[in-house]
């Protein structure tokens, strides 16, 4: 069965540093751009960051320029979310995503893999 798992989400203060883990399993994803995105409550899912396949071209949002960084490490199949500096706004349910291209893409439709999602909260 081929999926993405998240892990490393929790509740942390305002300013503090998280980092998500993102593992493929079930093929590789090596040639596969990977990204990011949240949905806070009430609030349509959005897109964060994301990383091509060779992990050479990033893109982020404004809201997380300078604070998020991602990576990936195509031997472990691995994606990471570095998050910095959070702030409450920050919060949300982040999700990894594959998509079947090389290149990355900012619409949800440009992915075709999901995971389940990790919530992370950022209390002031």
């Known amino acids: 069965q081929v999926r993405l798992v998240e892990s490393g989400g929790g509740l942390v203060q305002a300013g503090a540093s998280l980092k998500l883990s993102c593992v493929a399993s079930g093929r590789t994803f090596s040639r596969n751009a990977m990204g990011w995105f949240r949905q806070a409550p009430g609030k349509e899912r959005e897109f964060v960051i994301a990383v091509s396949y060779s992990g050479a071209s990033t893109y982020a949002i404004d809201s997380v320029l300078g604070r998020f960084f991602i990576s990936r490490d195509n031997a472990e199949n691995a994606v990471y979310l570095q998050m910095n500096s959070l702030k409450p706004e920050d919060t949300a349910v982040y999700y990894c995503?594959?998509?079947?291209?090389?290149?990355?893409?900012?619409?949800?439709?440009?992915?075709?893999?999901w995971g389940q999602g990790i919530q992370v909260t950022v209390v002031s």
């Open positions: 995503a594959s998509a079947p291209t090389e290149g990355w893409g900012i619409e949800e439709d440009d992915y075709d893999l």
